[in-house]
């Protein structure tokens, strides 16, 4: 007999492997934790809302190269050094649950948000929803040319903008909204507004 987790070589009826602790009748799948995405997020009902005032950017080419004096510049102190960075534009995002949090260039909200493999942000904003109706990595957030853009990124609810002068917009999954300062932008049950 042998212990299907490690291969020990286990004595006639024995109930536990002396090796790695595992149970006889334990197998690799048995052992294998549960990973509860993205099935644990709670579906609710919406009424239909009106679709009007879509504002869409494109989803390549937000990141603007810092520009470097070169041999052009007319400040001979500064000719060929790097230029001081660009102070990015900082947002407050205040959430319905009472906390808010200030933030500049990209990053992702839910629950627990996680990037994928490759993707690097400069913020994790997570959310209390103990209703699980907003999910684990509900949208991506980030800056161009000043104003605040949003993607939903395909959660269970999705997202609902409402601008200051608008209508509000259902945001189709993985498509870049301007969401301007005065906005609210709803996740399921939660929202948070823009200043």
Known sequence: MTCAICGASLPEGA??????????????????RHDPRPG?????????RRHSG?????????????P????????PARR??????????RFVLS????????????????????????????HLV???DHSLSVSKTHLEFGEHEGVLWIADRFSANGTLVRRPDDGAVRCEPGRRYLVPRGSRVELAEQF????
Do not use: H, N, Y
């Not at 470097?68 to 400040?75: E, F, K, N, Y």
């Open 54 to 66: 879509v504002i869409s950017i494109p989803v390549e080419g937000f990141r603007a190269a810092t």
């Open 95 to 122: 959430f319905s649950t009472g906390e808010t949090k200030t933030v500049f260039g990209s990053g992702l909200i839910g629950r627990k948000p996680l990037p994928q493999p490759g993707e690097a942000f400069d």
């Open 80 to 89: 060929s050094t790097p230029a001081e960075p660009v102070t990015a534009p």
């Open 40 to 48: 644990d997020t709670t579906m609710i009902e919406r009424p239909a």
């Open 15 to 32: 109930m536990f492997c002396g090796e790695c602790g595992s149970s006889t009748s334990a197998t690799p799948e048995t052992r294998r």
């Open 126 to 128: 997570q959310i209390g």
């Open 68 to 75: 470097i004096l070169g041999a052009g510049s007319t400040d």
């Open 192 to 195: 948070f507004t823009v200043r």
